[in-house]
Each structure stands twice: as structure tokens, then as C-alpha cells.
């Protein structure tokens, strides 16, 4: 498995061939159901839930609307009615 990896504060010449990649790969997460594991949740609790109940174990559920523009990435959760979105300096 490779991986692709993009940092807003990087000069390095593939930066932004791997910057289309991931959001390529992000919009094609788009209706598939996905898992965040506790450590992301942790991470992104402040943006997806005030709560500290969804830090405290994997999240599943059926991504929707995945979109980025870039490197502001934004998704749904129909079934709670919310979207979120999250502007990354690394990815």
C-alpha cells in the first residue's frame, strides 16, 4: 500500500500532483461507508460532534457530499442531518 501525502508548508514538486490525488480519492468516498478510527475522532470532535461521546470509540457511518476544494474538505451525515467541513494544512 503507498501512500500519498500533501503539506500546505512544502515546496516539494509533487505537492500538487499529490494534493489532486487525495481529493480524488476523497470525492470517491462519497456514499460508502466509512469508519473513523477513535484516534481521528479525537481529532476532529471539535468540528463533528461538541460531545466527548464520539471520541470515546470508532465512528461508522455513510459518507456523503465529500467534497474539496483545495485543501478545505467537507462531508455529510445525512442520517443526523449535518455537514462538516475542515480546512487541512497536512493531508
Known amino acids: 500500500m503507498s501512500t500519498t501525502s500533501w503539506d500546505a508548508d512544502s515546496s516539494d514538486s509533487n505537492n500538487k500532483k499529490n494534493l489532486v490525488a487525495i481529493q480524488q480519492w476523497w470525492i470517491g468516498l462519497d ?46 451525515e445525512p442520517a443526523r442531518g449535518t455537514e462538516w467541513n475542515i480546512t487541512a494544512q497536512k493531508l
Not at 471539535?46 to 474539496?68: G, L, R, Y
Open 31 to 76: 456514499d460508502k461507508s466509512v469508519t473513523l478510527t477513535q484516534e481521528i475522532t479525537k481529532l476532529l470532535s471539535n468540528v463533528m460532534d461538541s460531545s466527548d461521546e464520539m471520541s470515546k470509540s470508532p465512528k461508522t457511518f455513510t459518507i456523503k457530499n465529500s467534497q474539496m476544494q483545495n485543501n478545505k474538505l467537507t462531508w455529510g
